[in-house]
């Protein structure tokens, strides 16, 4: 199974600042047949599940704000919040799909400073 | 729109069994491959299984901690995804979300419903 870290476990950041949330894999999860990174994060607030935030690395989910970027290949992945507004107070997941089973990394939780 | 509505949790003894039920709606649910996340109280997420469209022949997958005891079902006529669950755990215990995978990135949630195994 691919095992995925995160760092750090959570973060205090002031508004308008940014967040940077790093996610680490076992092993490659660079597709070679597409270069694509199978790789993929979620937010997740208090008494709601998941919302999808970022697929393939980088690629953003349809109505989700650009202050959200993913970056990264093969093994290291960040997800950076550019400029944090209140309402990304939420626990953050980053998530391989190269094998199954399909695993999740800890979460990172982000708040207000 | 795309709806998730699970259906089923809620509380059996250790060793029982329980099915959950997940109806589907807003997209082509005979093409879609459904699966099932799990989240234990205050802890992370964890993929429990999937099952592909029958067009990518409709096989399951499953992690290691429930392969043998839990069995992931659909009926494409009914837009509908079911998770058989038998001897069941204390460990099992945990919001069970249904979900939609694209290429395996979890695109769509449901609200979740809540197993709980204890005696």
């Known amino acids: 199974d691919i095992v995925m870290t995160q760092s750090p476990d959570s973060l205090a950041v002031s508004l308008g600042e940014r967040a940077t949330i790093n996610c680490k894999s076992s092993q490659s999860v660079l597709y070679s047949s597409n270069n694509r990174n199978n790789l993929a994060w979620y937010q997740q607030k208090p008494g709601q599940p998941p919302k999808p935030l970022i697929y393939?690395?980088?690629t953003r989910e349809s109505g989700v704000p650009d202050r959200f970027s993913g970056s990264g290949s093969g093994t290291d992945f960040t997800l950076t919040i550019s400029s944090l507004q209140a309402e990304d107070v939420a626990v953050y997941y980053c998530?391989?799909?190269?094998?199954?089973?399909?695993?999740f990394g800890p979460g990172t939780k982000v708040d207000i400073k | 729109e795309v709806q998730l509505v699970e259906s089923g949790g809620g509380l059996v003894k250790p060793g029982g069994s329980l099915t959950l039920s997940c109806a589907a709606s807003?997209?082509?649910?005979?093409?879609?491959?459904m699966s099932w996340v799990r989240q234990a109280p205050g802890k992370g997420l964890e993929w429990v299984g999937h099952?592909?469209?029958?067009?990518?022949?409709?096989?399951?997958d499953y992690v290691d901690p429930v392969r043998g005891r839990f069995a992931i079902s659909r009926d494409d006529s009914k837009n509908t995804v079911s998770l058989q669950m038998n001897s069941l755990k204390t460990e099992d215990t945990a919001v069970y979300y249904c979900?939609?995978?694209?290429?395996?990135?979890?695109?769509?949630w449901g609200q979740g419903t809540l197993v709980t195994v204890s005696s």
């Open positions: 393939w690395a980088s």
């Open positions: 807003g997209f082509t649910f005979s093409d879609a491959w």
């Open positions: 099952i592909k469209s029958h067009g990518h022949g409709g096989t399951t």
């Open positions: 998530q391989q799909y190269y094998s199954n089973p399909l695993t």
């Open positions: 979900t939609t995978e694209f290429h395996g990135a979890i695109n769509n």
